[in-house]
């Protein structure tokens, strides 16, 4: 890879994603990735059983889908992770947005909860990968080495909040080639700071490698709710840095698909 390639990858398809988050993405000219969950936007499903958080609707999903620096990917119909919802909710979003496939290259799948079964994945889901067009499936943090001390440092920094240990933690998330046809994301919780995450974009920046980040819900000032709102002010600076560097030219701000593209070497 020629620079790191950073992404901001939504999930559930909530309102905020795109009253809050979206004007400041246009703002910024940045790309990112917006994982739907179907039954969530149509009301099927209790949002209660989901989070607090209003969905969006299908014409707002339809703008962005519209927006070609966006993309539009699966996060079950039911916020599951077997193949038949993984299958509904992709279907039922390409049918809605009247597509063949969510990007050109086929459709991108982030596990709900990251609760994916490796044992469903190997038996059920790998089998028909190719079928469903699906090209990627998002899980969460991974360790590759050190895991009892990457986890420590990971706990005892929800405390301390040091940049450093913050990236040293999640460095094995960071990402330069695919294994298999698994892209892995840092999640953003509410109580981490601008600067623990530059200070992982930066790493991304030194070690020429992928990093992911998960968002929930962007929100205003004092509206933190769960761990999974993220700060409407601080999304703001956030996207200001990262946009800063890749003026700079020292990284690319782009969608999960391309980034998994790019590690599987289709350019
Ligand atoms: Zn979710």
Known sequence: MERALINFSFDDGRRDNFDIAYPILKHYNCPATFNITTGYITGEMKKEALTHAEPMNMAQ??????DPSLEIAGHGYWHKNTLADITDGLNSLKRELKVEKLTKWGNGFASPGTALDM?????????VLKNEQLQYIRLSLRYK??????TFVRKLNRILHWPCLYSYAYKDTLMSSAEDVFLY?????SSISVAEIMALVRRAVKEK?????????????GRIRDP?????????????EITKLQAEGKLTITTSMNIYQQLKGNN
């Open 119 to 127: 044992e469903v994945y190997n038996n059920e889901i790998k089998p």
């Open 209 to 221: 490698k992928a990093c992911v980040l998960m968002m929930h819900s962007i929100v205003e000032k």
């Open 145 to 150: 080495s050190h895991v009892g001390i990457k």
């Open 61 to 66: 999903i339809q703008e962005m889908f519209n």
């Open 185 to 189: 994301a840092v999640p953003i919780l």
């Open 228 to 240: 999974w709102d993220f700060e409407k002010d601080k999304f703001e600076s956030l996207v200001h």
